[in-house]
């Protein structure tokens, strides 16, 4: 599996070139994209400046060498590589396991090309499979946590390893959805848009334009 991540982390680090302001995703997959860039930073002196998802990989592309700059210090993003927890047959995404997604989002909306780096094992014909992420400000976030109850939607909370309640590098919680078969993530986006106290969800729907898969016979890129 590690093998597989690294394969497609360093296929991606391919569409970068010099000049480039790249979005640094954030999980286990986008380390090794990181991790490539920053080789390529240190030993063949690829200019870019990379514009972070989270502090862990804002404390990994320091430690590379990589300039970093905010996301409201430039003008668009050329290119963000990032992975992802499920993908479905339309391109259609769920993201947030590592409760970066709201950074994520943000990113990825001002990019002009958005690239998903995953095993196969994420791919599947309908989400569901992976809890829906939803990021709620502290404030009300019981009622929230209610209203998602009485959808049917099955929530939890989101906890740190000691049973303490995560707080994202937004100082938000997540309260994660476990919804069987997702068959309209258009319409629940929409519902959870319309939440009172949600800050972001972890559909990524109509988002990206390349995912980029590792498997068994090696990559296969996949286009929208
Ligand atoms: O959305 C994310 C973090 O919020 C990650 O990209 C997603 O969880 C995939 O991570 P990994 O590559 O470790 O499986």
Do not use: C
């Amino acid at each position: 599996m590690e093998n597989l991540k690294k394969m497609v982390g360093v296929k991606a680090a391919e569409f970068v070139k010099d000049g480039m302001i790249v979005g640094l995703g954030t999980g286990s997959t986008a380390a090794f994209f990181v991790e490539e860039l920053g080789r390529r930073v240190a030993e063949e002196s690829l200019q870019i400046v990379g514009v972070t998802t989270s502090n862990v990989t804002s404390a990994q592309a320091r430690e590379l060498g990589i300039p970093l700059k905010s996301i409201d210090e430039v003008d668009f993003v050329d290119v963000t590589v990032d992975g992802a927890d499920e993908i479905d047959a339309q391109l259609n995404g769920i993201k947030g396991g590592g409760a970066a997604l709201l950074m994520e989002k943000i990113v990825a909306t001002y990019s002009r090309d958005y690239i998903w780096i995953v095993d196969a094992s994420k791919m599947s014909e309908t989400l569901g499979t992976f809890k829906v992420p939803v990021e709620v400000v502290p404030y009300g976030a019981g009622q929230v946590f209610r209203k998602f109850e009485q959808a049917g939607y099955a929530p939890t909370w989101r906890e740190n390893a000691d049973g303490s309640r995560l707080l994202t590098d937004m100082q938000h919680y997540i309260i994660d959805l476990h919804i069987d078969k997702i068959t309209e993530p258009e319409k629940l986006a929409r519902k959870l848009d319309l939440t009172v106290g949600v800050v972001e969800h972890g559909l990524f729907n109509n988002m990206v334009k390349k995912v980029i898969v590792g498997g068994a016979d090696g990559v296969d890129i996949l286009t929208k």
